[in-house]
């Protein structure tokens, strides 16, 4: 089983993700592929301290890359959007 730390591989931090951090105190990172919703729930609770209300995941799909004539996929990946109690913040996406 992995650790807390190998299951939340990082954070995503665009504008739109942001604006759901200031507006709905949601935030988003990138997780193992075979992560379930409770794994992530714990591991999210155990790093920064806080209480998670909901976790909705999503599988992220390769696009379509070309370099000249040569084609390839970028990797496919597992994003996990968390919902926080009111009130609560993780400092990391605050600086």
């Known amino acids: 089983m ?4 190998q299951i939340i591989v ?3 931090i665009t504008e739109k993700n942001t604006n759901l ?5 949601k935030y988003s990172f990138e997780v193992l592929r075979n992560a379930s919703k409770p794994e992530i729930k ?4 155990f790093i ?7 976790v909705h995941t999503m599988n992220v799909r390769g696009k379509l890359k070309r370099r000249g004539r040569e084609t390839g996929y970028t990797r496919e990946w ?6 926080l109690a ?10």
């Open 48 to 54: 920064f301290d806080v209480s998670v209300e909901k």
């Open 2 to 5: 992995p650790t807390p730390h």
């Open 78 to 83: 597992k994003k996990a959007i968390v919902t």
């Open 10 to 12: 990082r954070p995503l």
């Open 86 to 95: 009111p009130g609560d913040s993780i400092g990391i996406f605050d600086s």
């Open 42 to 45: 714990r591991a999210i609770e």
């Open 21 to 25: 951090m200031q507006e709905n105190n």
